[in-house]
Every structure is written in C-alpha cells, then in structure tokens.
C-alpha cells in the first residue's frame, strides 16, 4: 500500500491555529477563489473519470494519477495557507478543502485495495466505497460549513469577502448537485467495468 506523507494527512485532520483578519485585495481574492476552485474541481474529476464507463484505464493507471494529484494538491493547499493564512476565514476555507482531500484520501486508500483484483470482486468494492464515502453528501457538508461561516462575514464590512463566499457556495453546490440522488451502489457497473480495464 502507498506510503502517504505522514505531514499531509494530520494536516487534514487537524486545523492549526488561526491569526486573526489581515487585509485582502480583489486580486488576491480572485487567485484565492482561482486555487481553491481548482483543488475542488480536479478532486471531481478524480471522482468522475475513475467511475465513468467511457474511460477504459485500468485502476493501476487511475492510482498513479491519484498519487500525483496528492502530491499537487498538497502544494496547492500549502501555497493558500502561506498567502492567505493570516486571513481567518480564508484560513477556515483552505480547512473546508482539506476536509475534500481527507475523503479523497480515503477513497485512494479503498482503491488500492481492489489494485489487480477480479472483477467479480467489484460487489464487495461498491460495499467498501459506500461505507467509505457519499460524494453528495461530502460536497454539501462543505457547503454547510461555508455557509455558517457567511454569518461572520456579513458582520464584517469586506464586501469582497462577502461576495467570495458567495461565489464559492453556488460553486460548491453545482458540484453537489452532480451526484444528487447517486450513493456508492449505483456505481457497481462502473466499479465493475474498472477492475475489467488491464
């Protein structure tokens, strides 16, 4: 199994402590939401070309890109918190895209366990990635979150910052919406079709 970077994951389970607002210009502000949407857009298209039945890569070639994408989104992720890190709700952000990489993670790590398995085994994969994660349900419980920070922003006078969380909410929920009504077991075709792919 993949070593992972033992730094990245407590990273994701544990938020540092935060330094209190500093100012932010437009343009920072437009390279935050551009980074973070980025993060969250290449984690989905993970999660999408890995059960889509028109992508014929076998799963060891999909765990390589997986193990690329970590690293990458490791750096990302470390990049926002040293440029945006003395902002406290930028800084709370950057956790919500932590929280995606924690379920990415895990869904890399349930992968790894069906690497060179039959696809008769597929069944027993859907089990584990329904037990593992809910991408719905993943992508809404970070809207949530954004959405009780959005109180502390309208108390503040950045309309900037307003509007960015704005922007990052209806974000977020159009990717939400893209699994709506899908669960783990819907996926037993598409698990099923992977594990054939050599």
Known sequence: MQKYNLKLISTVF???SLI????ITKNEYDTFFTLFTQVVKSVNKVFHDFLSLKNNDSISVHLVQFRKLLEKIEKDLGDLE???GKNEVLKEWVSCARDLLKHFIIFVVTTEKFEGQPAGKSI??????KKAID????FNDIVGKLQRLQGHENNTKDKQLVDLQSKLITFLQ???????GKVPKDYLDSLRHRMSCK
């Open 124 to 129: 027993m994969f859907a089990g584990e990635l």
């Open 14 to 16: 544990v938020t540092g």
């Open 174 to 180: 159009s990717i939400a919406k893209q699994w709506e």
């Open 135 to 138: 991408l719905q349900k993943i």
């Open 20 to 23: 209190a607002g500093a100012e």
């Open 82 to 84: 040293i440029r945006f």
